[in-house]
């Protein structure tokens, strides 16, 4: 049965010869992931992009599925037997790494107050700031995004330290690497945070925190206690903090965040296909577990059932 490979990707006419030189006996159907039809999906053998989970359920024939992002929560459990599951884990690494560092240094530079003033038309010194060199990072989640930042930022100057839940040698872009239950422990040292573990960052860990820490979040909204963060910030425990997610989404009108000083919101734009380098990637690793895939290799980025 000859591969119909259907592709949501975001891919220009270049690419799409790309990817019939890599499978020249394929059928090769593009589309957009909300204009995908019944019959396309049912004939698919193979899918790259981002359909609707609910959807997957009509790919009758499916036997590789590769998502367009790294998360993958949303197709758990809708995996029809049998279909490989591939996600594009590391394609954001440079997009949210360097949000994050641009957040990190906007926060010591009191940037979000500077642009409180300006707004009020005030030339008004706001005292003290802080520099990335000579300071620590603890990044909760040493993977590709984690690495990347913490590499950025030891061209900075900083010190690294990484959190991941297995730890079997060194990781680029850290000096130190602990497994995870050491959080509580290494806490009381670190400027920025980037948390990436349901319920992680409660009140308590929160104000573990040395005085005048920041805490960065670009992982899930669901990480932090947001009431505890603007409890904490209210009372200058914290010297900053910048998120990109929260809980939920559109942040509320009413939430005491929008107004606490030198915190920096963004509407989860840290990712996705905002960069030219972030979209290439996404189809490079796509292509490359395609010729894997054709010629029986093990897939790139695998996801356990």
Same mark, same amino acid.
């Given at each position: 049965? +000859?591969?119909?490979?259907? %592709?949501?990707?975001?891919? @220009?006419?270049?690419?799409?010869?790309?990817? =019939?030189?890599?499978?020249?006996?394929?059928? *090769?159907?593009? @589309?957009?992931?909300?204009?995908?039809?019944?019959?396309?999906?049912?004939?698919?053998?193979?899918?790259?992009?981002? +359909?609707?989970?609910?959807?997957?359920?009509?790919?009758? !024939?499916?036997?590789?599925?590769?998502?367009?992002?790294?998360?993958?929560?949303?197709?758990?459990?809708?995996?029809?037997? $049998?279909?490989?599951?591939?996600?594009?884990?590391?394609?954001?690494?440079? !997009?949210? =790494?360097?949000?994050?560092?641009?957040?990190?240094?906007?926060?010591?530079?009191?940037?979000?107050?500077?642009?409180? #003033?300006?707004?009020? *038309?005030?030339?008004?010194?706001?005292?003290?700031?802080?520099?990335?060199?000579? !300071?620590?990072?603890?990044?909760?989640?040493?993977? *590709?995004?984690? #690495?990347?930042?913490?590499?950025?930022?030891?061209?900075?100057?900083?010190?690294?330290?990484?959190?991941?839940?297995?730890?079997?040698?060194?990781?680029?872009?850290?000096?130190?690497?602990?497994?995870?239950?050491?959080?509580?422990?290494?806490?009381?040292? &670190?400027?920025?945070? !980037?948390?990436?573990? &349901?319920?992680?960052? %409660?009140?308590?860990?929160?104000?573990?925190?040395?005085? $005048?820490?920041?805490?960065?979040?670009?992982?899930? $909204? #669901?990480?932090?206690?947001?009431?505890?963060? =603007?409890?904490?910030?209210?009372?200058?425990?914290?010297?900053?903090?910048?998120?990109?997610?929260?809980?939920?989404?559109?942040?509320?009108?009413? #939430?005491?965040?929008?107004?606490?000083?030198?915190?920096?919101?963004?509407?989860?734009?840290?990712?996705?296909?905002?960069?030219?380098? @972030?979209?290439?990637?996404?189809?490079?690793?796509?292509?490359?577990?395609?010729?894997?895939?054709? =010629? $029986?290799?093990?897939?790139?980025?695998?996801?356990?059932?």
């Amino acid at each position: 049965m +000859p591969e119909v490979i259907l %592709n949501l990707l975001p891919v @220009t006419e270049e690419e799409k010869g790309e990817f =019939a030189a890599i499978a020249p006996q394929a059928e *090769h159907i593009y @589309t957009k992931g909300s204009a995908v039809t019944a019959e396309e999906l049912a004939r698919a053998t193979v899918i790259f992009g981002w +359909p609707k989970p609910e959807r997957l359920a009509e790919a009758k !024939s499916l036997r590789w599925f590769q998502t367009m992002w790294a998360g993958t929560d949303e197709y758990t459990g809708l995996i029809p037997a $049998g279909v490989k599951f591939t996600s594009s884990s590391g394609s954001n690494r440079v !997009s949210v =790494a360097e949000h994050i560092l641009a957040s990190l240094l906007a926060v010591c530079r009191r940037l979000p107050v500077y642009r409180d #003033s300006q707004r009020l *038309h005030e030339w008004k010194d706001r005292g003290r700031m802080k520099c990335v060199r000579g !300071s620590t990072v603890l990044v909760v989640g040493a993977g *590709h995004i984690g #690495s990347t930042f913490a590499a950025m930022c030891q061209g900075l100057g900083a010190r690294t330290l990484g959190l991941k839940r297995t730890v079997r040698g060194t990781v680029e872009g850290f000096d130190q690497v602990f497994p995870t239950e050491r959080l509580d422990d290494l806490l009381p040292q &670190v400027v920025p945070h !980037s948390p990436q573990t &349901v319920g992680l960052m %409660n009140e308590d860990r929160l104000r573990r925190m040395k005085e $005048g820490a920041i805490l960065l979040s670009a992982g899930r $909204g #669901s990480v932090l206690d947001q009431n505890a963060l =603007a409890h904490v910030m209210g009372e200058g425990h914290l010297w900053g903090a910048a998120l990109d997610v929260t809980t939920p989404e559109p942040l509320p009108q009413d #939430s005491p965040l929008w107004d606490i000083p030198n915190l920096l919101i963004t509407p989860h734009v840290a990712g996705g296909m905002r960069l030219e380098i @972030t979209r290439r990637t996404c189809i490079q690793m796509a292509q490359d577990n395609l010729k894997r895939y054709l =010629a $029986g290799q093990p897939l790139e980025n695998l996801v356990e059932g």
